[in-house]
């Protein structure tokens, strides 16, 4: 074989493997749950500009992302998954609230956090974006500032967007379902009981999402949060291939949307500028996150940036940027890290051993 041939067969190869990270998949989603689901978020910030208290009603946008967990299922089984996961929004996010005061209790309360959440999802079959975001949640409650007096007021606003998304998930879903009939009763999935095997993973991607945590802590990190936010959804992969590529597509998508968010922080917006930003790029994250992750991931940044940093003043935008960056990119390998062994052929061994004990 000529060395010519030689280097078409590694090239096609080489496309064969990275071909995939650049496909758009065909699912999409309904128009009207794109809008929904993206007004759902913005609604408070609207309301935090209106009354001039933006920053406290970012609290409430986080709760919002519950209209997310929407399935397309009957409307009473729907209305009782979104109600459950705003109860389990409520949860971890007070768990936070009430422990940052000490860093390594605040480590130990995510990882159990990480493993409950875990845990419940994968029982319940919980599909994308599945425990994600109740991680999330967890996390950005840490970034505020320790003060007991405001633990249930905290709290209690971020279910009061929570609450808010139902509600409009509840009016979209009357429509879908009793007036415009575009609406397919799909069944759910039905329960894993494979304890053991449930067990052992939640532990594994546990201990790596509160380890990040702790690694960020110990290295003094000026707000660790986005080092566990960004092991979770790597190693939410379903194989070791999806692990990588969600590794690849996010610190390329992370790169690129922190150049956005530095744009943004750059120019300043006010209260409604902003909330017009939160529904765009609420609405794309929408639109591509069933498509391709890196391109979600473009603005999945500037969002979470907007929603953990916004209130940060006197930090060049510049400094703030980049060291967002090396965080995600910490937390990244160690994602994928955890998703080598979850994934590893001994490990997968160890977990069907245990399967077949009497």
């Known amino acids: 074989m000529s060395n010519t041939s030689v280097s078409l067969t590694l090239r096609l190869r080489l496309w064969k493997k990275i071909k995939p990270l650049f496909e758009l998949s065909d699912h999409k989603r309904p128009l009207g749950f794109l809008a929904v689901s993206a007004f759902s978020v913005t609604l408070p910030a609207l309301v935090g500009a209106w009354l001039d208290q933006f920053s406290t009603a970012i609290l409430a946008c986080m709760g919002g ?4 967990y929407m399935r397309q299922t009957n409307l009473s089984r729907r209305m009782m998954i979104l109600a459950t996961c705003a109860f389990g929004f409520a949860l971890s996010f007070a768990l936070g609230v009430l422990t940052s005061f000490d860093q390594y209790l605040s480590a ?36 505020l500032p320790f003060d007991l007096s405001l633990a249930a007021e905290r709290t209690g606003i971020l279910m009061f967007g929570a609450m808010s998304a139902c509600l409009l998930a509840l ?10 009939k575009d609406y397919v009763n799909r069944p759910t999935e039905e329960v894993d009981n494979n304890i053991v095997a449930i067990t052992i993973e939640s532990l594994v991607i546990s201990l790596f999402v509160g380890g990040g945590y702790l690694l960020a802590i110990m290295a003094d990190l000026d707000n660790p949060y986005w080092v566990p936010i960004s092991t979770a959804a790597i190693m939410q992969g379903a194989t070791f291939r999806a692990v990588w590529h969600r590794n690849v597509h996010r610190i390329i998508g992370t790169t690129i949307g922190m150049g956005i968010a530095w744009v943004i922080f750059s ?71 955890g998703g080598w062994v979850i994934h590893h052929p001994q490990f997968v061994r160890l977990v069907n051993k245990q399967l077949s004990k009497p």
């Open 108 to 143: 130990a309360t995510l990882t159990l956090t990480v493993f409950l959440v875990t845990a419940i999802c994968r029982f319940y079959a919980l599909p994308p974006p599945g425990m994600l975001f109740f991680i999330v949640v967890a996390c950005l409650a840490r970034t």
């Open 267 to 337: 120019l300043a917006p006010g209260p409604w500028e902003l909330a017009l930003l939160i529904f765009v790029l609420s609405f794309f994250i929408e639109i591509l996150i069933t498509r391709n992750y890196g391109l979600a991931v473009l603005f999945i940044t500037p969002l979470t940036v907007i929603f953990a940093d916004i209130t940060i003043t006197g930090t060049d935008t510049g400094q703030l940027m980049l060291s967002r960056l090396l965080d995600i990119i910490l937390g990244c390998f160690i994602g994928l890290v």
């Open 171 to 180: 009016i979209y879903s009357v429509y879908q379902v009793y007036i415009s």
């Open 65 to 68: 992302l519950v209209i997310l």
